[in-house]
Each structure stands twice: as structure tokens, then as C-alpha cells.
Nanobody
Framework: QMQVVESGGGLVQPGGSLNLSCSAS????????MGWYRQTPGNQRSLVAS???????TYHESVKGRFTVSRDLVKRKLYLQMNSLKSDDSAFYFC?????????WGQGTQVTVSS
């Protein structure tokens, strides 16, 4: 049983938008620092945006002003609104839930930015 599940990836033209969602069980979601990471073939997974359990938000420099991370504590969901997408944003996007006691990754969702 997957503890963390992503959805919302797909194909979009440059300049377009996508909204990714990440669901996690209540205990995991409320007790974790949550983050979005991305990975391209041959490269390591890297942080895109994160929000800590207390609400501190961090963005990778390359997505500042274009991406917005948010969460819905009632629905137990993490979101990544991606605007002004570029071809360099094409990657497999993963959601991570991390606390002192666990670290869970989702299976990922593919985002392709291409005309």
C-alpha cells in the first residue's frame, strides 16, 4: 500500500500550466515535512519545492515566481502549481513525506513540456 501518491502530470506546451497533487494518509501528512522533487534520466533527484510541518516553504531558485507549493490539511493533500513551464521543467516529479521516523516517496508522475 502506497503511503504517498502523486497525480496530475502530463504533456503541456511551453508557457503552459500544470497542477500536481500528492495524497498521503492523515498521520503521515500531518507529521511530515512534505516536498516535491524531480528527476531526469542520468541525474539525481533534486528538490523543487517543500513545505515543512510548520509551514515553512522553500523553492529551488529555478522555479521561484513560477511554481507554488501549497497544502490542504483537511484533504491531506500537497499541491504544486506550475506556471510558465519550460522544456527544462520536463522530468519525473516525486512527492516525499519525511519525519524523524520515516521517509516515504511516491511512484512519481511524468511532466513533459514540449511543443
Amino acid at each position: 500500500q502506497m503511503q504517498v501518491v502523486e497525480s496530475g502530470g502530463g504533456l503541456v506546451q511551453p508557457g503552459g500550466s500544470l497542477n500536481l497533487s500528492c495524497s498521503a494518509s492523515g498521520k503521515i501528512f500531518l507529521s511530515s515535512d512534505m516536498g516535491w522533487y524531480r528527476q531526469t534520466p542520468g541525474n539525481q533527484r533534486s528538490l523543487v519545492a517543500s513545505i515543512t510541518q510548520v509551514g515553512i516553504i522553500t523553492y529551488h531558485e529555478s522555479v521561484k515566481g513560477r511554481f507554488t507549493v501549497s497544502r490542504d490539511l483537511v484533504k491531506r493533500k500537497l499541491y504544486l502549481q506550475m506556471n510558465s513551464l519550460k522544456s527544462d521543467d520536463s522530468a519525473f516529479y516525486f512527492c516525499r513525506a519525511k519525519s524523524r521516523s520515516w521517509e516515504f516517496w511516491g511512484q512519481g508522475t511524468q511532466v513533459t513540456v514540449s511543443s
